[in-house]
């Protein structure tokens, strides 16, 4: 009876890290499973890529990582605007993915606009649990911009993020 016990138990926990203990991030899941289309876009088959977010948008309109993607191929095929608005779309359903402020952060700096890129490189820091270098570089950049060569400095070169 108690061997019952145990093997019920242990197929009990089983069944729970299978379907229920999955702790990654909704974004983290995402990306699972967009991997086809980020390996389009990682090797610069920007049109196929584009093709396929849109079609995954179609099914899933709420996939936050869908709309970084393809705002990305936006970016590249020039239609910054476009991809600007669907930047917007993906942060209405999920604005906690830092990638999507940096994208943001850096069309604006391109376009100029230093005071909104700034912003966005903040919530992107943010976001990231201080953890993006990416993000203290631009806004490092952004500050030259905007004329702030003493907190420029501190953002020049991008930090070794160190975890315990």
Not at 27 to 36: F, G, N, Q, S, W
Not at 111 to 122: M, V, W
Not at 125 to 148: M, V
Not at 154 to 160: E, G, I, S, T, Y
Request: hydrophobic share 35%; proline share 2%; glycine share 4%.
């Amino acid at each position: 009876m108690i061997e019952l016990l145990i093997t019920a138990t242990i197929i009990g926990y089983i069944i729970y890290l299978r379907y229920y203990a999955d702790l990654r991030s909704e974004a983290e899941r995402d990306t699972e499973k967009l991997r086809v289309g980020i390996r389009l876009y990682d090797k610069g088959e920007i049109q196929d890529a584009l093709t396929f977010f849109t079609q995954y948008l179609q099914k899933d309109p709420a996939s936050t990582i869908a709309y970084l993607y393809l705002a990305r191929c936006q970016r590249l095929l020039g239609n910054q605007t476009t991809a600007i608005n669907t930047l917007k779309t993906g942060e209405s359903y999920d604005n906690t993915v830092a990638d999507l402020h940096l994208e943001m952060g850096q069309i604006l700096y391109e376009q100029q606009q230093y005071d909104e890129a700034f912003q966005g490189f903040d919530r992107a820091i943010f976001h990231s649990k201080r953890q993006q270098a990416d993000a203290y570089e631009w806004r490092g950049l952004t500050r030259q911009q905007l004329n702030q060569p003493a907190e420029a400095q501190q953002h020049a070169v991008p930090r070794l993020v160190v975890k315990y």
